[in-house]
């Protein structure tokens, strides 16, 4: 790996003047991922304290499981980067049927809290199969567009076949039910396809329709449409359908500009519930503030706009494959921000949602972890690419060399030869 890096470095410097990194991996994208899954468990542990210390009579409880589940996020992720992308593009069918086969199960096999069943348990463990089923998805939609792009943007049908594919995954997770996983892979779904190069009266229409899906699920749902009107107008039922609403925004209004000091959350003492997974932002915003916030949030725009940027230089290099994938990610990772914030600070209809990378979670922080080591290793081969194509070049230049060089040595052979032919018909 080392010797790779350096010649890389070499060869960039003898042919560009510059060496841009002497990595193979994308540090800044690692940084910027480590950091908020720290960020992640120190939240995590003042959140979940006064919660853990009344149901466990530990208030490192959380904690602890958290520690766990960001150690077997950080292996699996070293997994993850040493498997060649060729692995997924080849198995992305395979994964669309254990998705399939992991929803099934959790209906017939999964724990029922708060009247959602979406987890199944293993032993000390808990498994929530929507997570896995977003992530091989997206990879079995960026396997379908690389092998039927005409169809997808020549005609209409191979432009519905993946549709029905997310109709029946989101047919599933409705029976959960698990309507902000719909709404997510919805949109990451209709992205990537626009992306891919839609017809756009197909893709205005197909969104129409997808959001006429979504009101009539919110309207004939009951508690659906009691969140919808809660967060219209959270003040009017504050001890009841607002309950959750009002005390996460009077946690954003108590941090005001820098927080009131990790620890020292007052929302966090079980007046607002699920303050360390889908609330865990609002017990950040009132620890750390509007610039903690805001700090948070730059960091999950630098993966977003690394993840696109990655996209694109995939498609360039004629990986589309790849280029998909890593649109699908930055997709992904920023519609669930954006839904996962918006809820807490009341800006759209309380969802359960995790903020990526730092809500409590085992399964969501290792597959969010599993997708951006998946980004790694798509740049990573974007890299040795380069790296092959230069050696490549200086191989073919070797060989002229070579060839010249045995060129002039066979023509200052012939010239001898005729010349010692020439000497010898004079003597004559």
């Not at 790996?1 to 042919?15: I, N, P």
């Not at 003040?235 to 607002?242: I, L, T």
Request: aromatic share 12%; charged share 15%; hydrophobic share 50%.
């Amino acid at each position: 790996m080392t010797s790779t890096a350096t010649k890389l470095s070499a060869l960039f410097a003898e042919k560009h003047g510059s060496v841009p990194s002497s990595s193979p991996y994308d540090k800044g994208l690692i940084l910027v991922a480590v950091a908020l899954a720290s960020l992640g468990l120190v939240i995590v542990t003042s959140a979940s304290m006064p919660v853990a210390d009344r149901l466990y009579g530990n208030p490192f409880y959380f904690s602890i499981r958290h520690g766990i589940y960001l150690l077997a996020a950080i292996l699996a992720s070293g997994v993850v980067m040493q498997v060649p992308m060729n692995f997924w593009r080849v198995v992305n069918p395979w994964l669309l049927l254990a998705a399939i086969v992991l929803l099934l199960a959790v209906l017939v096999l999964g724990r029922t809290i708060n009247g959602s069943t979406r987890w199944i348990v293993l032993g000390p463990l808990t498994l929530q199969p929507a997570e896995p089923a977003k992530l091989f998805f997206f990879t079995y939609l960026a396997g379908y567009l690389v092998r039927r792009y005409e169809e997808v943007t020549e005609n209409i049908k191979g432009f519905l076949k993946p549709l029905v594919v997310f109709f029946v995954l989101a047919c599933l997770l409705l029976l959960q039910p698990d309507f902000g996983t719909v709404v997510v892979m919805f949109t990451a779904t209709m992205g990537l396809l626009f992306l891919a190069g839609a017809r756009l009266w197909q893709f205005f229409a197909i969104v129409f329709v997808g959001l006429l899906a979504i009101v009539f699920l919110i309207v004939f749902e009951e508690y659906r449409m009691r969140r919808v009107t809660s967060f219209l107008d959270p003040w009017a039922d504050p001890f009841g359908s607002g309950y959750q609403l009002t005390q996460s925004l009077m946690a954003y209004g108590r941090g005001s500009w820098f927080g009131q000091g990790l620890g020292n959350s007052y929302q966090k003492l079980e007046f607002l519930t699920q303050a360390h997974s889908d609330f865990i932002m609002a017990i950040l915003a009132e620890e750390l503030g509007f610039v903690g916030v805001i700090a948070v949030l730059g960091l999950i725009l630098f993966l977003v706009v690394r993840a696109l940027q990655i996209g694109n230089r995939a498609l360039a290099k004629q990986r589309p494959f790849e280029g998909y994938l890593a649109y699908s990610i930055g997709i992904w990772l920023s519609f669930q921000t954006a839904v996962n914030i918006g809820a807490s600070a009341g800006m759209l209809p309380t969802k359960g949602l995790t903020l990526p990378l730092i809500s409590y979670g085992g399964t969501s922080l290792i597959v969010m972890s599993v997708s951006i080591a998946m980004l790694l290793r798509i740049d990573f081969e974007l890299r040795v690419d380069g790296v092959q194509a230069l050696g490549r070049g200086d191989k073919r230049k070797a060989v002229k060399k070579k060839t010249d060089a045995v060129s002039a040595s066979s023509k200052e052979q012939i010239t001898a030869m005729l010349e010692d032919v020439e000497r010898e018909a004079l003597n004559d």
